[in-house]
């Protein structure tokens, strides 16, 4: 069975940063579509940031204070978040999909999630 597993998160004070990584052994990933999603309590999953082949996304809300990146030689995939808000409090979950909308919550794999808590 195909695993995603995520690290790296926690608690840390509005302003502050913390790194994720989502280490995906046992394959190659280099031509999927590697995405980062989180889920808030009570809320729907939403879309974070992506890394395709060729493009980097992110969502307005964490434009400029995010930063995704991908080692295909490693099979990591990092989410750099920089000047975090308390709205950013949510669970993170990497994500792996072969094609398909980046930004949509329908990725064939998925990590069991790391949490994330700012506080103000």
């Known amino acids: 069975q195909v695993q995603l597993l995520e690290s790296g998160g926690g608690l840390v004070q509005a302003g502050g940063s913390l790194s994720l990584r989502c280490i995906a052994p046992?394959?190659?990933?280099?031509?999927?579509?590697m995405a980062w999603f989180r889920q808030a309590p009570g809320k729907e999953r939403e879309f974070v940031a992506a890394?395709?082949?060729?493009?980097?996304y992110y969502a307005d809300s964490v434009k400029g204070r995010f930063t995704v990146s991908r080692d295909n030689a490693q099979n990591t995939f990092d989410l750099q978040m920089n000047n975090l808000k308390p709205e950013d409090t949510a669970a993170y979950y990497c994500?792996?999909?072969?094609?398909?909308?980046?930004?949509?919550?329908?990725?064939?794999?998925w990590g069991q999630g790391t949490q994330v808590t700012v506080s103000s």
């Open positions: 994500a792996a999909q072969p094609w398909g909308d980046v930004s949509s919550p329908t990725y064939e794999y």
């Open positions: 046992g394959r190659t990933w280099i031509r999927h579509n």
């Open positions: 890394v395709t082949w060729t493009n980097i």
